[in-house]
Structure formats: structure tokens, C-alpha cells
DNA sequence: CGCAACTTCTACTACGTATTACTAAGACGT
DNA sequence: ACGTCTTAGTAATACGTAGTAGAAGTTGCG
């Protein structure tokens, strides 16, 4: 018959009571290593698992994890993994939560994540302001990878604009003077932080911007951009906020006869599936998104059992250069 | 207080039984309008939400299920995001569970998830041999999307390799006649299934193969395979199972100074990311995994609820022609 | 008016576990 | 021999819900 075993059945067969077979599976303590063996066995013989039901009514505690994820054209399966697998180790469970970008009401839906109670924690991917907690002291732990201050400025790991600063450093030394910005959509943080950095850049160096143009993720937008140069740019550095971005900006430039990188440089972001076989390959900043995610719900873990959050990761984003940037050729 | 509240705490505030609660919340007949209204207000003045580890208790349901997820090269999110909003609209949560293709012991790992009672059904998005089910009557539905046969031959929308033999077709009409296959590693039934199609077809119109190399999806790996090509292979149509074998065959194409497609056509499979944006663009075959990964999912729950199983869907792959194929230059 | 049929609600119980309070049995010191 | 302390186990209970059996009230019909 093919019932499930609870624990009673299990005691029934080892000849012990239930609370022992409870003891066992709980470990605690003041329990004779002969009854322990006695239990295994008949729980092994039964094929016995806790009810993970009856165990989290009995704790007033889930085990569950929610992320809530924006399944948008960047690429998510690192930071999954890199969380989920922590998660695991730490004995959660992990619900994926599809929370679309373009979505109303982001807030109110994690709002309701939240006030579920069915998760000890909801760590979110996708870019919202923080919500407000449910009343109860229970409130799970809730954190967002990327997050906006009061001003609308980008914070966060991911955010991090630094790399795009030190390419353009780097382009100015290979003695380039003229930049154009292709920028990602103002709702992600990470592209408002690029955008920015690109700004303060030519600000500081005194050099001359073309433009910042594009605002979604769409390599046509990006070479249309490119197609609606004027034809007396060149030599140009293009600073995409995104590899889709900068191959397209590259289809563009080749489209008009300019030579990638003799008249134009391009830098993109993300070290996408095929950057390096491009013809030229494109300059791109690396993101170990695995370790992001490890390392995001590592601290989530940490909120939820009050201990300390964990150290900040550092070098999660590196510059990988490639042949798409080179010194402007002589004209 | 930060208590949570239950269906008594909102039957005290309403003036009811509990029953009553549970019955307004459960949609049963039999309850007067002025009664559930009086219930709704009450249970949205103290936010109250089911608690579903005790309705999973008593109902011997967890409306919970389980995708198995081989977090590798692949970009699994259109898949995923298919199949968890199908999943949600049917009311049910998703566990992501890791399950990296090289690890031993696949169909052990996946007999304890069907054993740990806490799903009600497992869809698995990683090529593993059907498990055997537990003992139990209420054994949970189990999917893989590929599977093997006796044969080891791989089944599954995903395989159907259909489209590489049309692409084939196409070239041979086109005026080519020598072939290539760079295919991907064996463990992957979607690549198995494109090497057989690739060698019957080669054989069924006669045509002359140079051979079928590669054996990982490592573009690296297929530029190297090029690079060792004789010089006199030319005219050459090849067959990559991957657009990122495709591109690092481009690569290596361009490297040697051959012209693609003038000398070398090139076919792909996935349309990547940056496929359509590559010099030159890459042919490839579009999967529509969003509605793949939305139709496993309604077999799946199909399969829990003893539905008849949902028609299978068509046109999941689709051929899309780019400039990396062409007729053979003249020699 | 009386009985049946229907509507609307309530009292009570079971689900399987973790844990508190308790008991029985030795071990130990005086 | 007696009380105390420790060890190893048991009995009993609560967690919050869904659903069964039944009660109370209302309507229908002869």
C-alpha cells in the first residue's frame, strides 16, 4: 500500500515512541547510539522523509527562499546558479518569482511576497525601490541586488561603473579624444550608473562627447545610432553600455566603411556568449555573475539568522581587453 | 504584536466559526453573500493570508513543483520563464534545483527529489535516463523534456533536428556539395540528434563529408577544428550544432583568409545573442524555448491532475537565413 | 398546522511534527 | 539505606487548516 510513513509508523517498527524518532531526525541530544541505529534503520527500511508540511507548522519556519528575477534579455543563469546553490548548502529551498521589468505594481507584487509569510527571505534581481515591510516581527529579510538611493543613483554590486571609467582612461592614453556613449534603458540601475560615469568621465578629462544615444538594449538601435553619424567623426571611441550594444555599433561602423578599431574603438559590457569570436572581437568588462549571486544570498542568509553581514566581494568585474580598441589610425 | 494571523483570529473579528473562514477562502457553495462579505472585510483588515504549510498538511497537497536545471552553457531563461508562468497561472510554486550535468548520479539525485514527497511533480530540463518512480501510489509526476530511448537516440522537441536537414537541402540546391559537421558533446541528446541527422542526410543524398569534429560547445574548440582543415577543402558548407561553434568556425574561417560565404557557408543553431549582429550574420534556427519550456510545464501539470496530455506543439524551431550562407563563389 | 426539504452556518476532528514536562532507572556520595 | 543527580526515554500537546456531520433556521407543500 502505498503510503506515506510518518514518523509514528517508524517508531511502531523500531519500537520506540514517536518524540524519539523525532529526537533522532532533530539530533538532539541524550539519545543511546543503539536506539539511534534502531531508528535509522527502520526509517531506511520504510523509506521514511520528515512531512516538511508538518515540520514547518511545528517551527513556524519554511525553509524557502524566493528570488524574484526579471526575465528580460540579460543573462540570469550564473546569478541563479551562483544563489540557488548557496541557498542549498545552507539548507534553503529556492522559488524563482518572474517579476517582468515593464511590469505595474512591482513593488506592491513583492509587497506580497513578502506578506505571504512563505518565505524566510526574497532576494530580488530585479531593480525596484525597497518595499515596506509587512507589520509583523516576522517580517522576512528581504534584499534587492540593485537598489536606487533617494536620488535615483544606481548602488550595488552590478552597478559598479568603475571599468568603464578606466577603459576610457586607457583610450585617452591610446590618444583618443573623441566619445560616443551608446546607454542601456533608464530603468536599469546599472545603465544610469554607466551613463553617469561616461558624463563625468569627459567631464573631468576635458574631452569631447558626440553624444549619449540608444536607451534600450537593441543592437539595431545601436547601429542606427551609428548610421546617423555625421561623416566626420572619425576617429571615434564608442563606449557601449552593453556587447549587444557594441556589436551593433560595430555593423554600423562597418556599414559605412569605417574599420573597427583603425576609425572607431568600441567597448561593450558583459562578455557576451560570442564577443570574443567577433570579428573583432569586442573589449568588454567580465561580470562573475555566479559569484554576485553566491555571494547576494549569502548575505540574505545572513539578515535572516541575524548574523553579520558578510564581507563585500570585490573584483567581481574585469576588464577584458580585446580587439575592437586600439590607438586612432593616422589620418 | 507581530502575530500572524489565522482563520480563527478572522472568524473572532467577523463574528463567525472558523469553518465559515475556511470555507469563504476554499470558494465553497453555501455561504451567503453577506457573510462573505463580512469574512473578506475582516481577513482584509488583519491582512490574513492561508497559512500553507497547514492547508498543505491537511489537504496532502504542497502545490509545489520541482525543474531540474542543468545550469551550463545553454541560456536556460527563456525555458524557465516559460514554464514558471505557466506553473503560476496553474497555482503552483517552483523550486529551481541545480543539477550540473557532470555530476554523478543524476537519476539519484532526481529519485530523492521524487521521494522527498515535496513536490508534485518534477520537469527536468537536464538529459537524464527516466528514474525509477518511489513505491508510493502518490508517486509525483515526473517529466524530462529530453529523454533517451533504447537506442540512446534523443526524442523531444528539443531534438528534432529536422531543420539541419533542411538547411542541408538548401545548400545542396544552392550548389554545395562538401560538408562539415562540427558537433556538440554527446552527452546532449539535441546534439546527438544533429550528428545523425547530419550523417543521413549526407548519406541519403549522397554528398561528400569531410568529417564530423568538435565535441564540446567551445567556440575555441571550432576554430581550432577549421584551422586544421586541409587547404583544399574549398568550396566547404559547414554544419555547426551551435551558434557558438558557428561563430568560432567563422573565425577561423576569416583567419585563413578564406571569405564566408563566399568560400565557406556556415550554419548555426540557437540565434544567440549576438548572431544576427555578426560580420557576417550567422544562419541559425530560432527555438522558441519560452513556449517550449510553457508547454512541458501544461504536460506536466497535465500528468498531476490525470488530464489528457496537452497537443504537442509545432513549429518550436524555426530557420532563420542570414548572410553567413550562399551559393559557392566560382573558382 | 405539520412534515419535509433546503439553506446556512457551527462544532469537532485529523493531518505529522517538534518540543515541553514528566517518569523510570541507574549511578553516586554519604 | 537513603536522597540526589544524571541519563534515556515517553506522554501529551499545539501548530492552522479543510472538511464531515450535524444543528438551527427558513421555505415549500399538502
Redo the contacts with the bound molecule.
Sequence with gaps: MGK?P???DVARLAG?????V??V??GRE???A??REKVLQAAAELNYR??LA??S???QRTGRLAVVVPFSGLNLVPLLEGAVGTAREAGYTVEVVNLPLESEGHAQEVDDLLASYEYEGVLSFSPIPTPRLPAADSAPAFLALTEFDEEMHATGAFSDATPLVEMMERLVGLGHRRFLHIAGPSTYPAAVARRDAYLSTVERLGLESVGVVGGNWSGMTAKACVHALPGDVLPLAVIAANDILAAGAIRGSVERGWSVPGDVSVTGWDDALLSNHFIPSITTVFQDRQRLGAHSMRRLIAAIRGDEAPEQETDLQTIVWRESVSAPRAR
Aim: hydrophobic share 30%.
Design positions: 506515506r510518518t514518523s509514528h520506540v515512541s514517536q518524540s524519539t523525532s529526537f531526525f532533530t541524550g539519545i543511546s543503539a536506539t520528515p512531512n508538518a515540520r507548522m511545528r517551527t
